[in-house]
């Protein structure tokens, strides 16, 4: 079945540790998305990739990275510098296009201890 | 002003109801038009695209008007399994990237 893959599903960081959440989809889109959402709020856009060895920044990108070396693989890593990384970290996809539907992953909660 | 507007609700309304929200967005040159649906602690969901002529897909309807650069999302006869919360999603700029409003919770009560 195609799909998008995030794990782990829980993931816990102690302060000033980094951390890679994964992201792997087989529907072979070019455009993949990191997003995150907070209780009670909409997803906010951290960063975005369209092709392959290229990636932009999203809206609220500090404190984050990625890379996008392969088509199917889109990590994000949540560095120490993220001050209020505790939130629910979302991957998506889509076909490149403007009438194109995005696809989800079933998330990441992060939560610092 | 956020690209994307939605009232948050809660619309706490009895089954068999029929419920509508509104989404604005704040970029006219904005092309697509989605609404998702959300339940708790999972990932968006596409419920369905929404087209300039309007769409229907059994209970549910979605409507946009250019004009006043707003979408809208009708459901009829409510259904406890409806409880959720339906995200509004334009795809913003020359990129076309997905951008979501905070989304409108929805309970449907017996």
């Known amino acids: 079945d195609g799909g998008i893959t995030q794990s782990p599903k829980y993931l816990f960081r102690k302060e000033g540790q980094n951390v890679t959440l994964s992201c792997e989809q087989n529907?072979?889109?070019?455009?993949m998305y990191w997003y995150r959402q907070d209780p009670g709020q909409g997803l906010r856009l951290i960063y975005y990739?369209?092709?392959?060895?290229?990636?932009q920044k999203g809206d609220i990108a500090e404190g984050y990275s990625v890379s996008r070396e392969k088509k199917e693989s889109f990590p994000l890593t949540v560095t120490s510098a993220q001050k209020n990384p505790t939130a629910f970290y979302l991957c998506a996809s889509r076909t490149v296009g403007h009438n194109t539907e995005a696809f989800f992953g079933q998330g990441t909660r992060l939560t610092v201890v | 002003r956020k690209e994307v507007e939605q009232d948050p609700g809660p619309f706490n309304v009895p089954e068999g109801a029929t419920v509508a929200f509104n989404c604005t967005y704040s970029n006219s040159a904005s092309q697509s038009f989605f609404w998702y649906r959300q339940d708790c602690r999972k990932e968006p969901k596409l419920l369905m695209s929404?087209?300039?002529s309007g769409n229907e897909d059994g209970r549910f309807t979605a409507q946009l008007n250019r004009a006043s650069q707003y979408i809208s999302l009708l459901i009829r006869d409510s259904k406890l399994s409806d409880s959720a919360t339906y995200l509004c999603v334009v795809n913003r700029g020359g990129s076309y990237i997905p951008t979501f409003g905070r989304g409108t919770s929805l309970i449907v009560h017996p």
């Open positions: 990739s369209q092709i392959v060895n290229d990636f």
């Open positions: 929404v087209y300039s």
């Open positions: 529907l072979n889109h070019d455009a």
